[in-house]
């Protein structure tokens, strides 16, 4: 009991440091734990999808996730499943919805989505890999794949799989693959270039 809730408190300290380190503008531990909606919204999210897995607390799951919700403009359904150190920044007019999954290490902006593109139950909402970046106000829709460390460029709409480091930007996005990056590689203009 105390050991798991040593974890939960684990978690939830990550979250915090998580927040210090994606944005330059955080100060200290204390003022994103009383003034960062996006972590409040992580927060509660944690403890919703908690009770979302006992079928007789999804109904105060379900209601425990509105109330956040009207407090800090960012809906996460209690049953979607997210990763570790989720940091949404700004926050306000996020949307994850039901069956969408969040790898580790992810950066949401404001007005981010990943929704649902038809109303049939099951799977219709995206996976994102680690380390996954979503730029303000950009769409992800339906049942989508992006994968490790992609980029999703602001006002997007992303509607078909982004491989792992690409970039998508655009309505419809289009995926441009980055230029793969050697761990040791330096910035020489080496003159044979030209011959
Ligand atoms: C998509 C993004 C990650 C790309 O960053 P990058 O790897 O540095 O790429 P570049 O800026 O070199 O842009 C690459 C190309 O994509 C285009 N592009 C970049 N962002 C775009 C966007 N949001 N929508 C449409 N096109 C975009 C650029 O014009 C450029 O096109 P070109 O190759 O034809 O010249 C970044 O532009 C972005 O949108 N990040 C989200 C940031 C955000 O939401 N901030 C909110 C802070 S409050």
Same mark, same amino acid.
């Given at each position: 009991m105390?050991? =798991?809730l040593r974890r939960f408190l684990d978690v939830l300290r990550e979250d915090l440091d998580a927040a210090i380190r994606r944005d330059p503008a955080a100060l200290t531990l204390v003022e994103v734990a009383l003034a960062y909606p996006g972590v409040h919204a992580v927060? %509660?999210? =944690?403890? $919703?999808? =908690? !009770?979302w897995r006992e079928p007789h607390l999804?109904?105060? &799951?379900?209601? @425990?996730?509105? $109330? /956040? =919700? $009207?407090?800090?403009?960012? *809906?996460i359904h209690p049953g979607a499943r997210i990763g570790r150190r989720l940091f949404i920044?700004? %926050? !306000? %007019? /996020? /949307?994850?919805? *039901?069956t969408a999954e969040v790898g580790d290490d992810v950066l949401l902006f404001h007005? &981010?989505? @990943?929704?649902?593109?038809?109303m049939r139950r099951g799977k219709r909402h995206p996976t994102l890999g680690d380390r996954v970046v979503v730029g303000a106000g950009a769409k992800v829709l339906g049942p989508v794949w992006v994968g490790d460390g992609a980029q999703i460029g602001a006002n997007a709409v992303v509607i078909a799989d982004v491989p792992p480091g690409a970039v998508a930007v655009g309505v419809p996005a289009r995926v441009r693959v980055k230029p793969r990056v050697l761990p040791d590689a330096v910035d020489v203009d080496d003159p044979a270039m030209y011959i």
């Amino acid at each position: 009991m105390w050991s =798991r809730l040593r974890r939960f408190l684990d978690v939830l300290r990550e979250d915090l440091d998580a927040a210090i380190r994606r944005d330059p503008a955080a100060l200290t531990l204390v003022e994103v734990a009383l003034a960062y909606p996006g972590v409040h919204a992580v927060w %509660g999210y =944690r403890l $919703a999808h =908690r !009770m979302w897995r006992e079928p007789h607390l999804r109904l105060p &799951a379900r209601l @425990l996730s509105q $109330a /956040v =919700r $009207a407090a800090t403009g960012i *809906e996460i359904h209690p049953g979607a499943r997210i990763g570790r150190r989720l940091f949404i920044d700004h %926050g !306000m %007019g /996020v /949307v994850i919805g *039901e069956t969408a999954e969040v790898g580790d290490d992810v950066l949401l902006f404001h007005g &981010a989505t @990943l929704g649902g593109k038809a109303m049939r139950r099951g799977k219709r909402h995206p996976t994102l890999g680690d380390r996954v970046v979503v730029g303000a106000g950009a769409k992800v829709l339906g049942p989508v794949w992006v994968g490790d460390g992609a980029q999703i460029g602001a006002n997007a709409v992303v509607i078909a799989d982004v491989p792992p480091g690409a970039v998508a930007v655009g309505v419809p996005a289009r995926v441009r693959v980055k230029p793969r990056v050697l761990p040791d590689a330096v910035d020489v203009d080496d003159p044979a270039m030209y011959i």
